[in-house]
């Protein structure tokens, strides 16, 4: 599919994308988010947060250090709407719709970047990585929440299940479009296993890229430096 068929399809799914989240990961989401967000630090002023859909990363980031400037950014325009007239009101929060791999921003403009769920979603990965590594400051560092596909043992047959069944079901039901989430499962089975990703981060240009495994290593927090 091509990136403007993946732009069409988060717009189409964009005023239900949250709820729908929270659903198909059985609550999961809230549990993984929290971990995520351990890793923001005071000290983060700027902080770029990509691929943020509706603005609720951007926001609970904000949340957590409220010191901080937090810029948001997507390729849809649908999820960006929603994510400005959600926080309208709130001056530290900017939202604007942003190629990942192409980004629009100064070298060393950030102390931090944030992806939730959606470096999977990246066409040219290994090029988006390294312009994260361009707007990132010195002594900066990278933060990703993404899925890990497993396969093996009953946990995988149970998890193999839950994505060509249960979730374009639970999503189709919700947002009408049960093929975007057929779609989005399948981001989840073709995204590169962990230490491919690894390997793709420090090709990169990070460094000290480690990793923090979540119930029962259905996800991951990735973390890298630029030192």
């Avoid at 990132?136 to 396969?151: V, W």
């Avoid at 839950?162 to 919700?174: D, E, H, N, Q």
Wanted: glycine share 8%; net charge positive.
């Amino acid at each position: 599919m091509n990136k403007d068929k993946v732009r069409e399809l988060f717009d189409s799914i964009s005023g239900k994308y949250d709820i729908t989240n929270s659903i198909i990961s059985l609550g999961l989401e809230s549990i993984w988010r929290r971990q995520f967000l351990r890793k923001i630090n005071s000290s983060d002023n700027r902080i770029l947060d990509i691929c943020c859909g509706t603005g609720t990363s951007t926001y609970q980031i904000w949340l957590k250090n409220r010191n901080a400037m937090v810029t948001g950014i997507d390729f849809s325009d649908g999820m960006i709407d929603i994510a400005k007239s959600k926080y309208r009101e709130n001056i530290n929060l900017l939202f604007y719709s942003s190629d990942a791999s192409n980004l629009d921003f100064a070298d060393n403009a950030f102390d931090c970047i944030t992806i939730v769920f959606g470096i999977r979603n990246i066409f040219k990965r290994e090029k988006a990585l390294k312009e994260f590594y361009r707007v990132i400051k010195k002594s900066g560092r990278i933060i990703i929440l993404e899925f890990n596909y497993i396969e093996k043992g009953f946990f995988g047959y149970l998890f193999k299940f839950y994505l060509s069944r249960i979730m374009p079901f639970v999503g189709g039901f919700i947002t009408g479009d049960r093929w975007a989430y057929r779609y989005l499962a399948g981001t989840i089975k073709e995204f590169p296993e962990l230490k491919k990703f690894k390997r793709l981060m420090e090709n990169a240009g990070w460094e000290s890229v480690q990793h923090l495994p979540l119930t029962m290593n259905i996800c991951n927090v990735y973390t890298g430096y630029k030192i």
